[in-house]
């Protein structure tokens, strides 16, 4: 796909949701396998509003929550503007908490391909999806109690109490701000320890060897933690992953309701947690969303067709958001 044709969604990303001026230093963090078009045209309207670009290549992780390299890291504490173009999230890290702290402006780019810059959730009316993601941020944050059931018979019981949700729907355009793209994600972190539940038949898994899980996959939940994996090969690898980093591996840290109607469940993880009707619950570190764990890994678990109820109120049924 020619450069060009990117162009308009790397403008709003650069000019729109950045709001990158003349003279700001912007770090674009990419890795080996992020394709090189999406960069190039992040550059070209980086140089033309008058910005100083810099492209760090970083090697590939296979999960979200991964801290990269130190160099990394230094890179965006002397920016302005980091722009993560990544095969998977860092938001959940030291790296960037660190890097916000000092300031700079943080965009996620993770997993975009050339044709998400030209079709699917980045191409939705922003307006549009800040005022439903805002919607439903309020229901959360205004909750107590959340509930989530899917028809593969997975149900997730967690207390809101006192928790603020964040809605993904926004630019970062001052300083210490984080936007994550494509728009149209309400998250929030559960309170520690009252997470109880079983869930089963994630239809992505925020992991390399994991990804799109072909035989049966379920975990079981108790006082917040994942206590036991059960089912295939996946299963195995990712109960591997969750001894190998220790117990805050197994923190539920997040559960999470997609609101962009352009994200297309079926291109890949990027826009299916984004997908209108779609949630999600993560484990690992919650404290980039105002959760107190802090741990190496953060892995979404992404569910189609869920209901999700607050208080009793249902905001998703059977994967259609009752916000209009």
């Known amino acids: 796909m020619a450069v060009s044709q990117m162009i308009p969604t790397a403008r709003r990303i650069v000019v729109d949701l950045l709001a990158v001026a003349p003279g700001e230093r912007v770090c674009i963090v990419t890795d080996h396998e992020r394709p090189r078009e999406v960069t190039e045209a992040l550059l070209s309207v980086i140089e033309y509003v008058g910005a100083e670009g810099v492209v ?33 999230s860092t938001v959940h890290t030291r790296t960037v908490r660190e890097a916000l702290a000092a300031g700079t402006r943080i965009c996620e780019l993770w997993g975009v391909t050339t044709d998400m810059m030209v079709r ?15 919607e439903v ?11 989530m059931t899917t028809p593969d018979g997975s149900w997730l019981k967690v207390s809101l109490e006192g928790r603020s949700a964040i809605s ?24 520690e320890g009252t ?21 049966p996959l379920t975990l079981r939940i108790e006082k917040g933690l994942v206590t036991a994996v059960e089912g295939g090969v996946e299963a195995r690898r990712l109960a591997a992953l969750l001894d190998q980093h220790g117990p805050t591996a197994r923190n539920i840290a997040e559960v999470a309701v997609g609101t962009n109607r352009r994200s297309r469940v079926d291109v890949g993880l990027r826009e299916a947690k984004k997908a209108w009707g779609t949630a999600h619950f993560a484990v690992g570190d919650s404290q980039s969303i105002g959760g107190t764990v802090e741990s190496p890994l953060h892995i979404d678990f992404i569910f189609r067709e869920p209901t999700v109820t607050v208080d009793g109120q249902c905001v998703v049924k059977d994967g259609r958001l009752l916000i209009a």
């Open 56 to 88: 760090v290549t970083m090697p590939p992780r296979d999960m979200g929550g991964v801290d990269p390299p130190p160099a990394v890291g230094a890179a965006m504490k002397a920016s302005d503007v980091a722009i993560m173009q990544l095969s998977f």
């Open 120 to 134: 699917g959730g980045l191409t939705e009316d922003p307006a549009w999806v800040q005022r439903v993601t805002e």
């Open 137 to 147: 941020s309020a229901l959360l944050t205004n909750g107590r109690t959340l509930e």
């Open 168 to 191: 993904l729907a926004a630019g970062a355009t001052r300083p210490g701000q984080f936007c994550s793209l494509p728009l149209g994600e309400a998250a929030i972190a559960p309170v």
């Open 195 to 215: 997470a109880e539940g079983v869930m089963t038949g994630p239809y992505l898994v925020e992991h390399r060897d994991i990804a799109r899980p072909r035989e």
